[in-house]
């Protein structure tokens, strides 16, 4: 199964940006539609966005124009790049594949 490790959560004021990392393992890393879920406290995890082996986006309605994710197959790494966070983003972040695997996590507190 493929190993799956997110980076660059972290603390950040409302407005603020950040960029998350989501590390790949596998020597076909490049094939796998990658997507970006959310699970904030006290609620279900979401989905918030995919980016297909071909590059097509996909985002869920609240994060789209403020959030973006891209793909470098060469480094397999996928990241979701945050911008105009709001308190409401606050979350641990994880990456997944449709295959199956996922992250750990990555903590993205968003406050002033």
């Known amino acids: 199964q493929e190993q799956l490790v997110e980076s660059g959560g972290g603390l950040v004021q409302p407005g603020g940006s950040l960029r998350l990392s989501c590390a790949g393992s596998?020597?076909?890393?490049?094939?796998?539609?990658m997507s970006w879920h959310r699970q904030a406290p006290g609620k279900r995890r979401e989905w918030i966005a995919t980016v297909t082996r071909e590059s097509i986006t996909l985002y869920i309605a609240s994060v789209e124009g403020r959030f973006t994710v891209t793909r470098d197959n060469a480094k397999k790494t996928v990241y979701l790049q945050m911008n105009s966070l709001k308190p409401e983003d606050t979350a641990v972040y994880y990456c997944?594949?449709?295959?199956?695997?996922w992250g750990q996590g990555t903590q993205v507190t968003v406050s002033s």
């Open positions: 997944s594949n449709n295959m199956g695997s």
């Open positions: 596998g020597s076909i890393f490049s094939t796998y539609t």
